[in-house]
């Protein structure tokens, strides 16, 4: 029983809620259908339809002139008659009067009646402060306007300001016996001086701090993408650039990567023929072409990369969010720059060219997944 009541008194106050928008053209089906289960917000309902009709019944009368004077002056001081020339005339007013030409102003005074009075008013009111007669301030005005000048800085001596644009580069190295000579005669820009002096020798005397793993992987990958470490170094310089890893498996597949690389990245010169004279006069012209990239070793190679980057997805999951982001980045340019020089490669097998970037891309590839597994050894 109190449940249903409830329910009755909610429903009465959504009536009343909603039915001023009701009466109002708002299709509502509640109002009605409610109105017919409740007889108070029934007979509510009709005392209202009968109210709005009677209202509408009522002969149209002309509002008196007070109220149409009322009406007019609200709407005056909200703006509601004013011209699009009159609202820009107020607007570049004050620019004008502050000597900026402005030929609208000028024009639309003489067009427009209130705003040529308005402009006539504003011009001899300026002419009047012109005319008045020159006062001298107090001392305590002048005493409030020198402090709040000398705060600024307008009264510091020539001197000073050159001691305060040098400083920095003194403070970098730079030889300037000026700064020297003029801490010493100047006692504010003496303190200066030793204050910042301090600060850096007390910025020097802090320990060094080793950054963590993930600082370092982070600067590094965006060296690499920056493109600070240039053309990769190849040959036994590259190969004796690397870090040894401390860990079994990423230093038996880099043992594999020196031998294969270094094979690799040999000039062509250093490729002998193992053959007599007439053997390789007879050879075929591809086969010495194979010889200056020979596709078991890029097979090696390839195998030496997937390796390590096997290793480096059994462990990806207990990096670093933000150190496993970084290397997917660079795996991904890499791997997108292998796919390119193996399609070169099938489409111009001769190619050295394009031989020698994929050799570098799976070089490049093999070192970033070291690094990976380095620093997740740590």
Same mark, same amino acid.
């Given at each position: ?11 009465c106050a959504r009536f009343n809620g909603e039915v001023a928008a009701y ?18 917000? /029934?007979?509510?309902?009709? =005392?209202? !339809?009968?109210?709005? !009709?009677?209202? +509408? ?6 509002? &008196?002139?007070?109220?149409? &004077?009322?009406?007019?002056? /609200?709407? *005056?001081?909200?703006? %509601? ?13 004050? %620019? ?12 639309? &005074? ?11 008013? #504003? !011009? ?25 000048? =000398?705060?600024? *800085?307008?009264?510091? $001596? ?32 003496? %303190?200066?001086?030793? =204050?910042?002096?301090?600060? /850096?020798? @007390?910025?020097?005397?802090?320990? $060094? ?18 493109? @600070?470490? *240039?053309?990769?170094? /190849? ?17 038996? #597949?880099?043992? @594999? ?14 490729? !002998?023929? +193992?053959?007599?004279?007439?053997? $390789? %006069?007879?050879?075929?012209? #591809? ?23 096997? &290793? ?6 207990? $990096? @670093? ?37 994929? #050799? ?16 997740? *050894?740590?």
């Open positions: 029983m109190a449940e249903g009541r409830f329910k009755f008194v909610a429903e009466l109002d053209g708002e299709a509502n089906p509640f109002v009605p259908s409610h109105s017919r289960e409740c007889a108070p917000c /029934r007979a509510l309902l009709g =005392d209202l !339809q009968s109210i709005l !009709q009677a209202a +509408r019944e009522l002969p149209l009368e002309e509002p &008196s002139r007070a109220v149409w &004077s009322n009406v007019r002056a /609200r709407l *005056g001081a909200e703006g %509601a008659f004013i011209r699009p020339a009159c609202l820009r005339f107020a607007e570049e007013l004050a %620019a004008y009067l502050e000597g900026e030409a402005r030929p609208f102003v000028v024009s639309h &005074s003489q067009d427009c009646t209130s705003c040529g009075a308005a402009l006539a008013d #504003v !011009q001899l009111v300026c002419q009047a402060a012109h005319d008045l007669p020159q006062e001298e301030p107090s001392t305590v005005v002048w005493a409030n306007v020198r402090a709040q000048l =000398d705060a600024e *800085g307008v009264f510091r $001596m020539a001197p000073c300001r050159q001691f305060a644009a040098a400083l920095a580069a003194y403070l970098e190295g730079e030889a300037n016996p000026f700064i020297a000579s003029h801490a010493r005669e100047c006692m504010a820009c003496g %303190a200066a001086l030793a =204050d910042l002096q301090s600060i /850096r020798q @007390a910025a020097r005397d802090l320990p $060094m701090e080793e950054p963590s793993p993930v600082v370092w992987a982070n600067v590094r990958a965006q060296l690499e993408a920056g493109g @600070a470490f *240039g053309t990769p170094v /190849r040959g036994w310089r590259q190969i004796l650039a690397w870090r040894w890893v401390p860990q079994a498996v990423p230093l038996g #597949v880099l043992a @594999a990567l020196i031998l294969v690389g270094s094979i690799l990245t040999l000039p062509s010169a250093g490729v !002998q023929w +193992r053959g007599s004279a007439e053997e $390789m %006069a007879s050879a075929p012209p #591809v086969a010495q072409t194979a010889s200056l990239a020979p596709l078991e070793e890029d097979s090696t190679l390839a195998r030496v990369a997937t390796d390590l980057e096997r &290793s480096f997805r059994a462990n990806e999951a207990s $990096m @670093a969010p933000d150190l496993k982001a970084t290397y997917e980045k660079s795996l991904v340019s890499l791997d997108g720059s292998i796919e390119e020089c193996l399609d070169s490669l099938r489409r111009e097998p001769r190619n050295a060219l394009a031989h020698e970037y994929l #050799v570098t891309a799976y070089t490049r590839k093999a070192e970033i997944l070291s690094s990976a597994l380095e620093f997740d *050894g740590r």
